[in-house]
């Protein structure tokens, strides 16, 4: 079962789709996976017992070292909002571990009103350019082709 989800994941990464695992217990996640995940956010983990501080441990040995935090302690400080973070640049190499606050998502699973479509349209700079209806590229191409035919004649005269 392992092997078909990690030749599944293996596939749709390399479709350039991204895949979320959120988990409670990084130890959910098989480290044949992990090892594919190009972006990692770890919030706070809690070690309680014995177990929790060795998952503590092999969680904070799986980012990128840090000259900068001492990961596997810092794993059970950090606050509400608080994560450490690390992702692939453009190259493929992974960016230095980065601690860092989170802000909450600023956006809601509804409809817009139809006030609060004006407010945003009449900000963007946008919708002078494409809240002009044209009927079709031919009006467009043709006007153009009238405007360089005139612009011939004036020269030719």
């Known amino acids: 079962m392992l092997q078909q ?7 749709i990464l390399s479709k350039g789709i991204g895949i979320f695992f959120c988990t409670q217990n990084p130890q959910d996640i098989p480290a044949s996976i ?12 809690r070690a309680f017992t014995a177990t929790d501080r060795k998952t503590t441990k092999q969680a904070a040995e799986n980012f990128p070292e840090s000259d900068f935090y001492q990961t596997d302690e810092l794993l ?19 960016t ?8 909450a998502p600023k956006s809601r ?27 079709s590229a031919y009006e467009i191409l043709t006007a153009k082709l009238e405007a360089a035919q005139a612009k011939s004649e004036e020269e030719a005269e």
Do not use: R, W
């Open 96 to 103: 230095p571990l980065i601690h860092t606050m989170l802000c």
């Open 109 to 135: 699973m509804d409809v817009l009103t139809d006030e609060e479509i004006d407010a945003v349209t009449k900000k963007s700079k946008l919708v002078a350019k494409y809240n002009q209806i044209v009927d």
């Open 5 to 11: 989800l990690e030749t599944i994941i293996k596939l």
């Open 76 to 94: 059970t400080q950090m606050g509400i909002g608080e994560a450490f973070i690390t992702l692939l640049n453009e190259k493929g190499i992974p």
């Open 34 to 45: 992990l090892s594919q995940i190009g972006l990692n956010v770890q919030h706070i983990l």
